[in-house]
């Protein structure tokens, strides 16, 4: 699973995690990956994040667009599951962040392998999470 922070770096211009981004993304589309998984929420992170830098509305859905047309990478939907266990997580783990919660819930019930791609070592706190930093794969 590919966290926000990889997604989003990869749609930007400029990003301090561009390069890294630029180059998980060339093994995703090879499918040198297998098949990544990302939390449809990421979709919604990547708005607020957007709006927030002065991205317009056309702009946010041509990045959107272009992310959800990646070969070899997948949405997954959110479940009440999911949603349950992501406040859970919240709460056990003490995560502020409710997209973290989310992305750590999905890992943990929708990705086979439950790792993810992330530069957030919050993750790192979760039993049964693997994270792999990108700047290392």
């Known amino acids: 699973m590919i966290e926000t922070d990889m997604l989003y770096a990869y749609v930007k211009e400029e990003d301090r995690l561009k390069p890294v981004a630029d180059k998980v993304f060339t093994k995703i589309v090879k499918g040198e990956l ?6 449809r929420e990421s979709l919604h992170e990547l708005y607020y994040v957007s ?3 002065g991205v317009s509305l056309d702009e946010y859905i041509s990045r959107a667009a272009a992310l959800t047309a990646i070969e070899n990478l997948k949405f997954v939907e959110t479940t009440y599951q999911i949603d349950l266990l992501a406040l859970t997580l919240m709460r056990q783990y003490r995560i502020e962040s409710l997209f973290d919660a989310y992305y750590a819930a999905t890992a943990l019930n929708q990705v086979p392998d439950h790792t993810i791609i992330s530069t957030d070592e919050v993750f790192d706190t979760i039993p049964g999470i693997k994270r792999i930093d990108p700047q290392k794969l």
Not at 34 to 39: D, L, N, R, T
């Open 34 to 39: 297998g098949i990544v998984y990302a939390s």
């Open 51 to 53: 709006k927030k830098e």
